[in-house]
């Protein structure tokens, strides 16, 4: 099979590459305005290794953060560090970063070597790992990592006023991230008990050839 028929075909429930793995379709907007940006970047880390130096999430999801975020006082804590964590430094007064790959971390730590707004931490063992701060709140709360339903609770305590929490990912079933569909329910349910707002967003995400199901909760959801 050719590169542009593996681009257009997906494998098991995405086919094609449309829909994500809970069978919702991309919206026709977001088909043309972030799934040709998606596949240029596909195509540039598959091709030439660039990996786009933004969150791997939707990027209509990643927009909204961006507004949301003030740089003078938002606090930041993201489950599963990346190239997602100096783009938060860069939109926040602070950032605090958990990784559970002692590969990943160690790369990371090298991109992160100049900037003072980030403390990123390694933790390989769970309890560690789903542990927040005690008593801290954050205004944005990514959850992009590892044990993504205990992490869903644990966000629970933590969101300040006004606060985000996004899980990525959310219409997969299984895999190494933990209980993604108990994880969704957490979240909505928590929604739902403190009268927030909530949204599903369908879109593509940087280097991805088919579209993701994100979840977020709070206020100024994606358009």
Not at 6 to 11: A, D, L, M, Q, S
Not at 31 to 53: E, V
Not at 140 to 149: A, F, H, K, N, Q
Request: hydrophobic share 35%; net charge positive.
């Amino acid at each position: 099979m050719g590169l542009w028929a593996k681009i257009w075909r997906g494998g098991g429930r995405r086919n094609p590459r449309f829909r994500d793995e809970l069978g919702n379709l991309v919206p026709a907007g977001r088909l043309l305005r972030n799934g040709p940006r998606a596949i240029s970047t596909g195509l540039g880390r598959k091709l030439l290794g660039r990996r786009p130096p933004r969150p791997w999430i939707s990027y209509d999801a990643a927009n909204a953060i961006a507004e949301h975020l003030d740089p003078s006082r938002s606090r930041v804590f993201e489950f599963g560090s990346g190239m997602s964590t100096a783009w938060y430094a860069a939109r926040a007064a602070s950032v605090e970063s958990v990784e559970s790959d002692p590969q990943w971390y160690a790369q990371v730590s090298r991109q992160l070597a100049d900037c003072d707004r980030v403390s990123l931490r390694l933790a390989s063992d769970k309890a560690q790992y789903v542990t927040m701060p005690g008593g801290a709140t954050y205004d944005l709360i990514m959850i992009d990592g590892s044990w993504r339903c205990d992490c869903a609770r644990e966000a629970t305590e933590h969101l300040a006023p006004g606060g985000v929490i996004y899980l990525d990912n959310a219409d997969k079933q299984g895999g190494t991230s933990g209980d993604l569909g108990k994880a969704r329910r957490i979240l909505i349910e928590f929604a739902e008990e403190r009268g927030l707002s909530w949204t599903e967003v369908t879109d593509f995400a940087p280097t991805q050839f088919f579209v993701e199901r994100g979840l977020w909760i709070g206020s100024s959801p994606p358009a």
